[in-house]
């Protein structure tokens, strides 16, 4: 009977001990001016950054279909990991907004939101670093210089589909007038190769 007392107060301090020492999970709205509206956000904060200790960000940007809860769900180790490496954990809602600035939809600029808002409210209500080495933003390539440049997304972007405000989807792009040029180019190579016959001589015209 003593020994199970001993085993329960120890079980009871380690949970404690753990309790104390653990990330937390901050479930917050970031207010953005740019679209006129509240943006959910996750914030995994590591046990050591309430101390006031400034640490790195990582930015988790979650797939199509997708919202800020999708990489906890992925992985329910991120307070563990953050905790671990010391490192303060972001992941915003990006809705189904493929993270640009629509030109037609005012109300989805989460480029301008992630690259922008997001980061100058991390730093401002978090003890973040203030240098590029210290951020990671993963799935976005940002072209704010004090956001870093990795991607890595939840979901493969293969598996996503092209967004409607897109060039890509409505056949404007580059790479698609790229392609259109090489199919030509290359329609008219063989053409010019049909007027030739086995020897190379052209052949007579009537």
Same mark, same amino acid.
């Given at each position: 009977?003593?020994?199970?007392?001993?085993?329960?107060?120890?079980?009871?301090?380690?949970?404690?001990?753990?309790?104390?020492?653990?990330?937390?999970?901050?479930?917050?709205?970031?207010?953005?001016?740019?679209?006129?509206?509240?943006?959910?956000?996750?914030?995994?904060?590591?046990?050591?950054?309430?101390?006031?200790?400034?640490?790195?960000?990582?930015?988790?940007?979650?797939?199509?279909?997708?919202?800020?809860?999708?990489?906890?769900?992925?992985?329910?180790?991120?307070?563990?990991?953050?905790?671990?490496?010391?490192?303060?954990?972001?992941?915003?809602?990006?809705?189904?907004?493929?993270?640009?600035?629509?030109?037609?939809?005012?109300?989805?600029?989460?480029?301008?939101?992630?690259?922008?808002?997001?980061?100058?409210?991390?730093?401002?209500?978090?003890?973040? %670093?203030?240098? $590029?080495? #210290? *951020? @990671?933003?993963?799935?976005?390539?940002?072209?704010?210089?004090?956001?870093? +440049?990795?991607? !890595?997304?939840?979901?493969?972007?293969?598996?996503?589909?092209?967004?409607?405000?897109?060039?890509?989807?409505?056949?404007?792009?580059?790479?698609?007038?790229?392609?259109?040029?090489? %199919?030509?180019? $290359?329609? #008219? *190579? @063989?053409?010019?190769?049909?007027?030739?016959?086995?020897?190379?001589?052209? +052949?007579?015209? !009537?």
């Amino acid at each position: 009977m003593k020994k199970n007392r001993i085993i329960l107060l120890l079980a009871v301090v380690l949970w404690l001990t753990s309790s104390v020492s653990a990330a937390t999970i901050d479930r917050i709205a970031v207010r953005s001016e740019a679209m006129k509206k509240e943006i959910p956000v996750v914030v995994i904060v590591p046990d050591a950054a309430k101390s006031g200790v400034r640490m790195p960000v990582l930015y988790l940007l979650h797939g199509y279909s997708g919202d800020q809860e999708t990489w906890l769900n992925v992985k329910p180790s991120l307070p563990q990991m953050a905790d671990r490496d010391s490192v303060i954990v972001v992941c915003p809602d990006g809705e189904n907004s493929w993270y640009w600035d629509s030109p037609k939809d005012p109300s989805s600029r989460f480029e301008t939101f992630v690259a922008r808002e997001l980061i100058d409210y991390v730093d401002a209500h978090y003890p973040t %670093r203030g240098d $590029r080495s #210290g *951020r @990671n933003d993963r799935d976005r390539r940002s072209e704010r210089p004090a956001a870093a +440049t990795a991607a !890595a997304a939840a979901e493969p972007a293969a598996a996503q589909p092209a967004s409607p405000d897109s060039d890509h989807a409505s056949g404007r792009g580059e790479g698609n007038r790229g392609t259109r040029d090489r %199919r030509r180019h $290359r329609g #008219g *190579r @063989n053409r010019g190769r049909g007027n030739k016959p086995q020897g190379g001589e052209p +052949t007579p015209q !009537a």
